[in-house]
């Protein structure tokens, strides 16, 4: 059976996934580049980021790298909520946003993008959106569906993870803990009381000081 | 120069160090012992607990007893919040409490409790509480002369400690972090943005499931 993943979800020591003040400039708000720097050195990262050329064998490779390049391992379609696409709110307008990732997005899978507005279909490189207004349970049939048959993995941003942790669709949840007090911001854990009942969980450690997380959902 | 120092502090993935509704009964609230589930293994809680006649070399040695004991090495005395002595509220009232570790307390040396009412000195064996109102500054002073040039400890429960870390107190802070999400109770981190920033931060997961983390105060 395909699966509905999480990866490289990173959060404060205070469950923090993304700052206060997200912007154009500021995608995870006050918190800056903060929750991410275990991932920027890595091979997995520098090869996504549309370097390639200059960075052939760039890259770490231990045991953050491990994590990070699972995330497109047997993946098919992802699943992001729109704050993840881009910083506007309400009706979308015709500004020639599209996306933070350039003309070539690093999916190259269908997207759904959840929104509450309608937006037309986009396809850049091999990555096409579609936005759509959907409960989790409706917008995964969908997904899986735009996979066929593989993995769909769940982008983000935090508000989306924790509906579908809500919804119990989540098969796989990769949660990386950075030993920073951000105090406030979107919060990860918030009505999940209960959340490793369901789950059996494994840890971690790494070098560069984050502490990953694997949650594998239990045989239902 | 003698620190001040918080030891076996377990907190939730969310970032609870205590749950929702204490009592005697529930000195944890609804957390019930999970949050400790890592520490009664131990050889230190083993032996902490009375039980040593028939304990003698029992209890486990690997990395959780490693964190666990040092919490009396050099040690002089502890600083409690009222709430770690017992239940109650208000005005103490002649009911024969005693704390919650009958004769013979593990702590073995003086410890400061805070509370806005007054209450006698007690001794029990080789511990005396002396009941304080005072800042906590004003209280690490007075801990600091009854430590006689040893550190004093932080004992909890995470409101105190949340307070003296506020107050930029604290010389080494040793929290564990429990793959549980508790959802309510009392949170350790909230106030506390950018406390990374006057530590050094050490992070090793143990076999047992829990992180823990050291945290450093830097120099001064």
């Known amino acids: 059976m395909p699966k509905l993943r999480v990866h490289n979800l990173a959060v404060s020591l205070d469950g923090f996934a993304t700052g206060e003040g997200q912007s154009l400039e500021a995608p995870f708000g006050h918190a800056g580049g903060r929750l991410m ?12 980021s549309g370097h390639e050329s200059e ?12 994590f990070a390049s699972a995330w497109g ?8 909520g729109r704050r ?3 910083p506007q ?12 990732w350039g003309d070539e997005p690093p999916f190259r899978t269908p997207v759904v993008v959840l929104t509450h507005h309608p937006h037309p279909d986009l396809t850049l490189g091999e990555t096409t959106f579609h936005f759509r207004e959907a409960t989790p349970a409706d917008a995964l049939d969908y997904a899986f ?5 593989r993995d ?18 989540v098969d796989h949840l990769h949660v990386v803990v950075v030993p920073i007090v951000l105090g406030r911001g979107v919060r990860l854990w918030d009505g999940l009381e209960g959340l490793e009942e ?16 694997v949650f594998t959902r239990k045989p239902r």
């Open 152 to 169: 769909v993995r769940l982008g983000g941003g935090p508000t989306v993870v924790r509906e579908f942790l809500e919804a119990d669709l």
């Open 73 to 80: 391992v047997g993946v098919g379609a992802e699943i992001m």
């Open 84 to 86: 993840k696409f881009g």
């Open 55 to 66: 960075a052939v064998g760039a890259g770490t490779h231990g045991v953050d790298d491990a």
């Open 89 to 100: 709110t309400g009706p979308w307008v015709d500004d020639g946003w599209q996306g933070w």
């Open 145 to 149: 569906e735009l996979a066929g048959g």
């Open 37 to 48: 720097q275990w991932f920027f050195p890595t091979s997995t990262f520098v090869g996504m």
């Open 198 to 213: 369901r789950f059996d969980v494994e840890t971690v450690a790494s070098p560069s000081g984050v502490v990953h997380h």
